[in-house]
T-cell receptor, first 113, second 110 residues
Framework: DAGVIQSPRHEVTEMGQEVTLRCKPISGHDYLFWYRQTMMRGLELLIYFNNNVPIDDSGMPEDRFSAKMPNASFSTLKIQPSEPRDSAVYFCASRPGGNQPQHFGDGTRLSIL | EDKVVQSPLSLVVHEGDTVTLNCSYEVTNFRSLLWYKQEKKAPTFLFMLTSSGIEKKSGRLSSILDKKELFSILNITATQTGDSAIYLC??????????FGTGTRLQVFP
């Protein structure tokens, strides 16, 4: 089975530009999570979805961040406008229903200049 | 406030040594504790523990949970250079979320 697939792997862009990160969860997984990882703050949950519905977005830093899940096999995380402090590795993870472990994608390394 | 604390932050050992990584937590409505290994890319799942006193084992790695004292340990015996990684502890509680610790960076030298 394919794991969680994220794209792009790396993104370098200038401050003020719109950034879109993409995620394809493992087929059959009901839950999808977006995380951000930095040296200072570690791995932080931004938002998660259950059956394509956003359940908790309390970790989203501010209104510049938005996430969607239009169907069970695709989700996006968008930053507009981007700022240098958004530079981090962004991970997507998914899991089935029940008390099951999350499985992570390889992440997108984002650098905002 | 819910939190997960890992220790030590960093560990340097030689091949063949045995290491113990610690994870303590304070969360309401505990559901599970998970260990992940992170090398250069994605955290990869190692263990999920839900009951006290039951050891989970996979090769040279093992882990156990103490729900009374609110901690878990991850043991790695006969370490190899391939064990070098960041080991993350995460706790699931009454929602679907996980809280992650900051991790223990393990370096194993030949």
């Amino acid at each position: 089975d394919a794991g969680v697939i994220q794209s792009p792997r790396h993104e370098v862009t200038e401050m003020g530009q719109e950034v879109t990160l993409r995620c394809k969860p493992i087929s059959g997984h009901d839950y999808l999570f977006w995380y951000r990882q930095t040296m200072m703050r570690g791995l932080e949950l931004l938002i998660y979805f259950n059956n394509n519905v956003p359940i908790d977005d309390s970790g989203m830093p501010e209104d510049r961040f938005s996430a969607k899940m239009p169907n069970a096999s695709f989700s996006t995380l968008k930053i507009q406008p981007s700022e240098p402090r958004d530079s981090a590795v962004y991970f997507c993870a998914s899991r089935p229903g029940g008390n099951q472990p999350q499985h992570f994608g390889d992440g997108t390394r984002l650098s905002i200049l | 406030e819910d939190k997960v604390v890992q220790s030590p932050l960093s560990l340097v050992v030689h091949e063949g040594d045995t290491v113990t990584l610690n994870c303590s937590y304070e969360v309401t409505n505990f559901r599970s504790l998970l260990w992940y290994k992170q090398e250069k890319k994605a955290p990869t799942f190692l263990f999920m523990l839900t009951s006290s006193g039951i050891e989970k084992k996979s090769g040279r790695l093992s882990s156990i949970l103490d729900k009374k004292e609110l901690f878990s340990i991850l043991n790695i015996t006969a370490t190899q250079t391939g064990d070098s990684a960041i080991y993350l502890c995460a706790v699931g509680f009454n929602t679907d979320k996980l809280i992650f610790g900051t991790g223990t960076r393990l370096q194993v030298f030949p």
